[in-house]
């Protein structure tokens, strides 16, 4: 049976590598899969492993700009939800693979994810929040690394962006020093990153794929970053405890409210979560407002005529 799960693992990842080389200029060579003999390279999963590996690939696509060969043996490719950039938070994942026989590799490092947006008018540059280097999110999926992004704005005329990183791979370094990457602007009804001033530090509250939210009680995901000096250093978490109180309200339905939501506070990951109690489907604004350690209000609260803070995530399921 075991000998069946190779094999058939072999076959998958022909399918997968000739998909992702549809995309790249990266493995035009000849590939062989020995796929009987994948549990023998210490550098890779068991086949079992490698094919959860494969089937995660699947609901991920290339991002072509992103991914580079590393020392002429070793391909990395990167991969977000849809193979594009949006405003607000984007996932980013990494594989590195062997170049001879494109056997996954499970101990390479992702680090110095670095974007920059040139502004043409101004002449300047800045970058944006940041995850920090990528890291295994799933122990069955050792081999596939997560980071993030949040884009404070979307490309246009009036500024472009470029994004680079490093690679380590097996003894090996390389990576991308600048790609030129499109940041489309998210949909009407949809804002998930926005930003607030405390004494003379600008920070950002980058909300975690709301698209996944459905009608009823969702768990809600959120970084806070804050602005670094210069600006072109990427924006890291903020380290201070605060505490983000939500108020989801639906603009075209008069303002009513829903039950049930509960802060965001601080995880162990440096993340913050929090529930959101979505009643009906449409357009939401969750209105915020933070509070320090002390339990002293720093940014939203009931700051407009009509009583709602104008500091707000939008939402639309």
Not at 54 to 73: A, C, H, M, N, W
Not at 110 to 131: C, F, R, Y
């Amino acid at each position: 049976m075991k000998k069946v799960m190779r094999l058939f693992f072999a076959a998958a990842v022909l399918v997968g590598l000739a998909s992702c080389n549809s995309n790249d200029d990266f493995g035009s060579q000849a590939i062989e899969i020995p796929g009987i003999t994948i549990d023998g390279d210490v550098d890779c999963c068991s086949a079992e492993e490698a094919l959860q590996v494969y089937r995660f690939l699947q609901t991920v696509k290339i991002i072509p700009e992103l991914s580079t060969v590393v020392d002429g043996q070793y391909n990395v490719f990167a991969y977000s939800k849809t193979g594009t950039f949006h405003t607000g938070y984007n996932e980013i994942f990494f594989v590195a693979t062997k170049k001879k026989n494109g056997n996954y590799i499970k101990n390479y490092d992702i680090t110095g994810i670095a974007p920059q947006m040139l502004m043409v008018k101004m002449n300047m540059k800045h970058s944006t929040p940041v995850g920090g280097s990528a890291e295994s999110f799933d122990e069955n999926r050792l081999a596939v690394k997560r980071t993030w992004v949040s884009f404070v704005m979307n490309s246009s005329e009036a500024g472009s962006w470029t994004l680079g990183y490093s690679a380590s791979v097996l003894g090996s370094t390389g990576g991308i020093e600048a790609a030129d990457i499109t940041v489309a602007e998210l949909p009407e009804g949809q804002q998930w990153l926005k930003s607030f001033k405390a004494a003379d530090d600008t920070y950002y509250l980058s909300l975690v794929n709301p698209t996944d939210w459905s009608t009823g009680k969702n768990t809600v995901t959120a970084y806070v970053s804050k602005k670094n000096t210069p600006a072109t250093t990427p924006y890291s978490l903020a380290q201070e405890q605060l505490t983000i109180e939500i108020d989801p309200r639906m603009p075209d339905m008069g303002n009513h409210t829903s039950p049930d939501n509960t802060p965001l506070t601080r995880q162990t990951d440096g993340s913050y979560q929090g529930h959101v109690n979505l009643t009906m489907t449409g357009r939401w604004r969750i209105h915020l407002t933070i509070r320090d350690a002390a339990g002293n209000v720093v940014a939203g609260g009931d700051d407009l005529a009509d009583g709602y803070s104008s500091l707000y995530w939008e939402v639309t399921i």
